[in-house]
């Protein structure tokens, strides 16, 4: 029992996603193809966009960089170094970095402390997303403590230092419910202040449930993919990572979180917090579940949260998760418009602000149109009876919105994002009855390449392919021959030279970093990261419901089949009472269902509980302490706990 429940700890703290850093390897790229100078070379003649404006916001308001820019923990590992991207992208695009995307990446680089208006300021380009500073008559309000502790300890202490204040965190405000922008609050803010009553914690409506639960149930495989979406462990330089496109990268530190103390729950709500007046709007099931944007009226100052960014977003995000509501998300930005046509500064979680009510105007009108033809131009295309790989291969973009950089798939890409609205409202199924039951991978590539002739004559097929610069056919095909035979060292080889080709094509930072790891993990194997530094909040956040319903899904339903068990679990310190019933492999939970005959009855606090979880107490020892009162047999539960497995979480990708 002690290893089943030792192994859900580590599944438990684990289960939101946390990069990790691994050291530097000689992955040995290869150069740029002739295929992909060309092509780049072709995104570089083609460019529309404005480089003095975007060049102008990204600086303006700079007081200060970080006058050391490494950052390690208190044990002395390194949690960010900006000088690993710094230090290479000067210049011209290389051969091998999309132009566009350098593009990008050299106005993400702009790192440091900014003035966005009077009182209010940005650490910029030290993690993935920023953390804003407003100040108040008696302290500091932090919106977004971004993703670690370490970072945003190391960053407000940096930023008070260079605006000369001793003022106290009084109050921080989650926009979202993603991990990059509340996972440092423990950073800023110590929780017996946040208890005591001194420090404010505001969150949209739903802030907790879905910050704890989208990376829950379905966390490992979230997880496992999130390391090709954010390219962990690739190096730095300009044939591997360059940058995420929504924001550098993200800091290898330890994430929290502490609840919210009070919840904004509707569009117009008003707060006053610590003399500066806020008027929220909501967002929900836009860019985030449980999302809110809000206004500064005495600034002027509008923050966007991450609904307007200077990229296109993701309607469907590579890493997994549920398809967001395009539809819904251009009609917050439209009524965003109408609501605060005073702004005169616009800044977002991410990037750069907007200055000026023409250029404000500008970038939401085009934020919006974005989402809004994503959405309408799939639903025409699926209308007219094309397939979801069809409309993710549709290539017509407004001019106007080309000519935009905010606009730009840096971190969605219209390829992805057209077939996530296609998946959203029709599913994954073509309608196509050939497709309805496929063969699974394995099998249909062993089909096909016995069809080519054997893996001899699919090779030259795919070599060919290779040459001619058809490298999404090179992939095709290497594919099919690495998943009939994993050991054809030769398959795997171009496969993964083919991956690189078309990562050093991709404007989406997202699709240069999955490339490019599909490329290192072909020619080296999965490489296996240290333990997560993730706290034990995440596991403490999440209610008992979910809870039981994260260790149901866990059950080997093999093994169990057949079993039965009826565990009634009593928390005296919460009032409640759940029945747990094993059968038909499943274990089902009921929020205060009372069995009249249980196996046996567990009486007990949820720490007790959490402590069997997280500490790998053992019940007869917490009996023995009177933590714990067992009625019936503690066998049943044993028996339970025994048959929890433990998902790998470095599960096979780009080969079977």
């Known amino acids: 029992m002690k290893d089943a429940k030792q192994t859900l700890v580590a599944a438990l703290i684990a289960s939101a996603f946390i990069p990790h850093a691994f050291a530097q390897q000689d992955l040995a790229p ?53 000088n690993r991207f710094t230090s290479f992208m000067k210049g011209n695009a290389p051969a091998t970095v999309n132009p566009s995307l350098w593009r990008q990446e050299k106005l993400n680089n702009a790192s440091g402390l900014f003035k966005v208006t009077d009182g209010i300021y940005q650490i910029r380009g030290l993690d993935l997303a920023n953390m804003t500073l407003v100040e108040g008559k008696t302290g500091w309000i932090v919106i977004d403590p971004i993703f670690t502790a370490e970072m945003a300890k190391a960053t407000l202490a940096f930023a008070m230092q260079k ?110 917090v610590d003399g500066v007046r806020i008027v929220f709007q909501m967002a929900q099931n836009s860019e985030a579940p449980s999302e809110m944007m809000f206004y500064f009226p005495d600034k002027k100052a509008l923050c966007t949260s991450e609904v307007l960014t200077k990229t296109m977003h993701n309607i469907y995000t590579i890493r997994g998760a549920k398809v967001r ?25 991410h990037h750069w602000p907007t200055f000026g009510k023409d250029n404000i105007r500008k970038f939401m009108v085009n934020q919006r149109d974005a989402y809004r033809f994503i959405h309408d131009q799939a639903l025409n295309l699926a209308n007219k009876g094309l397939t979801m790989e069809e409309i993710g291969d549709a290539k017509f973009f407004p001019k106007g919105l080309a000519a935009d950089s905010s606009t730009h798939g840096y971190y969605g890409s219209l390829s992805h994002n057209l077939r996530g609205v296609y998946n959203y409202y029709l599913g994954y199924y073509d309608g196509n009855p050939a497709t309805l039951n496929r063969l699974p991978p394995t099998d249909l590539s062993k089909r096909y390449i016995a069809a080519m002739g054997g893996e001899k004559k699919a090779l030259e097929v795919a070599r060919k392919a290779f040459d001619d610069g058809d490298y999404r056919w090179t992939v095709e095909v290497t594919n099919r021959i690495v998943f009939a035979n994993p050991e054809n060292a030769a398959a795997k080889s171009l496969e993964a030279d083919a991956f690189e080709q078309l990562g050093y094509q991709a404007e989406a930072g997202t699709w240069r970093d999955a490339y490019l790891v599909g490329a290192r993990e072909l020619r080296q194997g999965v490489i296996k990261p240290p333990v997560s530094t993730q706290g034990p909040d995440v596991v ?27 565990v009634q679990v009593e928390f005296t310190d919460l009032k409640e009472t759940w ?13 205060g269902r009372i069995l009249k005959n249980p196996d046996v009855k567990l009486t007990l606090t949820r720490p007790a509980f959490l402590a069997m979880l997280l500490q790998g107490k053992k019940l007869p020892d917490l009996v023995k302490a009177e933590m714990v009162a067992v009625e019936g047999d503690p066998q ?12 790998d979480p470095f599960f096979n990708i780009v080969t079977p």
């Open 30 to 82: 290869k150069p740029a193809t002739q295929a992909t100078i060309r092509a780049n070379q072709a995104v570089a003649q083609s460019m529309t966009m404005d480089d003095k404006t975007d060049n102008e916001e990204a600086a303006r308001g700079l007081i200060a960089t970080m006058p050391d820019p490494v950052v390690k923990d208190a044990n002395g590992k390194v949690v960010w170094d900006a």
């Open 163 to 272: 605006l000369g204040s001793s003022k106290p965190v009084v109050a921080v405000i989650y926009t979202h419910s993603h991990i990059d922008h509340f996972g440092g609050v423990r950073g800023v803010v110590d929780e017996a202040d946040v208890k005591a009553g001194k420090v404010k914690i505001i969150g949209p409506e739903g802030f907790m449930d879905n910050a704890i639960a989208e990376n829950v149930l379905a966390g490992n495989a979230m997880s496992r993919r999130a390391t090709y979406q954010f390219g962990v462990g690739l190096p730095t330089n300009d044939r591997q990572q360059v940058g995420g496109g929504l924001g550098k990268a993200v800091s290898f530190g330890t994430a929290g979180l502490i609840p919210p103390t009070d919840l904004v729950t509707r569009s117009g709500q008003e707060m006053t």
């Open 325 to 349: 509501d395009a539809l819904s998300w251009s009609k917050y930005i439209n009524a965003t418009i109408d609501l605060y046509p005073d702004a005169e500064v616009v800044f977002a979680s």
């Open 540 to 566: 403490r956040g999440m209610d008992n419901e979910l809870l039981f319903d994260f260790i149901a899904l866990r059950l080997n339903h093999e093994k169990t089949d057949g079993m039965k068990a009826n």
């Open 579 to 591: 029945a747990l019933e094993l059968s038909n492999s499943v274990l089902n939970n009921t929020k």
């Open 636 to 647: 049943v539960f044993a028996s339970v706990f025994a048959n929890v497995e433990t998902f």
